[in-house]
Structures are given as structure tokens and as C-alpha cells.
């Protein structure tokens, strides 16, 4: 599986998608997450979901901001971000993986990797 994500650069309290989109096979039978790394700090979890059997999880910090979802073809998945903050300004990743729920926000369940995108969000 090949991830690629596409970011880009927006002003606070604005809006970006993000997608991640896989070539190679479905995902639909993955969990995908994204995550995200500031400069100097951890890779850390913002979102994941499941197609088969459910499940959605964020990152207390997006919570009420960023929305994951999928497309009906199960091949892309989105991270919708809104009332983007400063703080937001990260390389973000998606990733899928086939883990248990208790495990989505850790990157070691996760098998495949895109290759980051930088998101910029000026104050």
C-alpha cells in the first residue's frame, strides 16, 4: 500500500483537507491514521477510523475541530481541519495498519506510512 497525502498553507481560524489516498489495494480493511510532527517534538496522533467494524478516534487537542472521514470507494481518506490554530503547523501523516482501537493513537500499530505533508498555519 502507498500513501500520499497533499498539505498546503492557510491563516489562522481557517480551513484545510487534507487527503490520503492508496494505490496498490483498498483500504477499506484498514485502519487509517493521521498523525502529525511539529519541528523538535514527537510524532504525534490527531485521528483514525476504521471502515469494517466502526470506530473513530481523535486526539483530545482536535477534538470539535478536525473530522476524519472516507470516500465510498474506501481508497481515500480525508482529515477535514477547521479553526486551524498556529499550533496546527506540523508535517501530517497518514497511516494505515490493521491494530485494535486500544492501540490507533500509537504509531507501532501502523504498517504503512505516507510521506508527510507540511501544513503551515500563519497567525
Known amino acids: 500500500v502507498q500513501l500520499q497525502a497533499r498539505g498546503g498553507l492557510v491563516q489562522a481560524g481557517g480551513s484545510l483537507r487534507l487527503s490520503c489516498a492508496a494505490s496498490g489495494r483498498t483500504l477499506s480493511n484498514y485502519v487509517v491514521g493521521w498523525f502529525r510532527q511539529a519541528p523538535g517534538k514527537e510524532r504525534e496522533f490527531v485521528a483514525a477510523n476504521r471502515w469494517i467494524g466502526g470506530g473513530i478516534s481523535y486526539a483530545d487537542s482536535v477534538k470539535g475541530r478536525f473530522t476524519i472521514s472516507r470516500d465510498s470507494a474506501k481508497s481515500t481518506v480525508f482529515l477535514q481541519m477547521n479553526s486551524l490554530k498556529p499550533e496546527d503547523t506540523a508535517v501530517y501523516y497518514c497511516?494505515?495498519?490493521?491494530?485494535?482501537?486500544?492501540?490507533?493513537?500509537?504509531?507501532?500499530?501502523?504498517?504503512?506510512w505516507g510521506q508527510g505533508t507540511l501544513v503551515t498555519v500563519s497567525s
Open positions: 497511516a494505515a495498519g490493521r491494530g485494535p482501537l486500544s492501540t490507533w493513537s500509537q504509531t507501532r500499530s501502523y504498517e504503512y
